[in-house]
């Protein structure tokens, strides 16, 4: 599977409760702090789901 760096670019400050606990899973919580993943399917999923908060680049 490809790599991918995610990066929180949004603050999580009044967004629903499922969307904090989907960027505390991936391992975001502040603005700017990025995390190196393998993209499996339940990666893509979260992303997905919190997209507008984080920007996603391939290594």
Do not use: C, F, R, Y
């Not at 975001?28 to 990666?43: A, H, N």
Request: charged residues 20%; glycine residues 6%; proline residues 3%.
């Amino acid at each position: 599977m490809a790599q991918v760096t995610i990066t929180q670019v949004k603050s999580i400050i009044d967004k629903p409760e499922n969307q904090k606990l989907t960027m505390k899973a991936l391992g975001l919580g502040k603005i700017s702090k990025s995390v190196t993943v393998e993209l499996t399917p339940q990666i893509a999923g979260m992303v997905n789901k919190v997209q507008h908060l984080v920007s996603v680049k391939n290594l």
